[in-house]
């Protein structure tokens, strides 16, 4: 019985003491991050960040109008406790090759716990000092094939010649302007995947590839978020790759100014 | 286990339910904020990260 119960709290201490510390830690870094956004003029290039420090703010309006987070420098525990976690040496928000960033599925504030929700052409929208970028979610496997007969339309089938459909495909075409599969060396790369956790070739700048393939400045501007999967166990890694789509610059008499992809719901979500 | 500590506690029913309730309130504490931080990084259940 002693055992059990024990068992029992130890569970409760994963799913929701430790998101009550991240919570916490994740407000401080937060706020951190937003004062030495103040301070610091708006800078062109990227300011190369400080391990455990966040650099940047995620937002992903497909998992709720309020869902973000300042994501921080570097891989470690402690990092992935406050918050989601750049991997090191990985591309900075906007750069050519792979923005990868790793975050929980469980506990400590689970900032990917419903990363499978995603759907292609979702928007990944990244806040830097200076920049907004906005990724979005590649298609999916299934959908590689007709994509451009498709017009682009996620999970919806095939669209269909009457009115209501071709509505239907123009806002899908909004919604997924500048996706489509990429090919070539990237034709591995598609919006979700399953992977055993010692592959980390999905977070190269070419995922999967050496690189060789695809030299530095004809390389595509990817993101990549990797999680666990299935939820409460860490047996695989679910991977989510998207594709820079659009970027706006920050109007420093303007802080308040937001990209329209931040409006929830988008034109052809369901 | 139980029976033996609730023979130990001293004073009447009622001061044995407040201190059996405090000893409670310690251990879970204890493994709350103490044990299980210490023991979860051995544990495989939460690294998201590719390629460790």
Redesign the interface.
Known sequence: M?LGL?VL??VF??LY?TSWFSARKQTEATERLHDRWKDETPRRMPVKPEDGRGFAQLYIPALGADYRYTVLQG?D?ET?AIGP?H?TGTALPGERGNFAV???????GAP?GDLDQLRSCDALIVETASQWYVYRVLPMRHEVADWASRGGSSSRGPAKPDAAGGADQRAAETRCKGVAPIGGPYAEVVGRRI?Q???????LPVPGKQGAEVPPERRTRLITL???HPR???EK?L?VHGVLTKRYPKVSSRPGLRPPELRSPEPGEG | MYAWIWRKLPGATGIKLVEAALLVVVVVALLLFVVFPWIEPTLPFTDPTAGS
């Open positions: 002693t024990v709290l130890f201490y994963e003491v891989t525990q992935l976690a991997y790793a975050g929980h599925r469980i506990g400590r990917f992977v956790p010692h592959q980390s070739e999905v977070i990797t999680t666990c409460f166990s860490a890694r991977i």
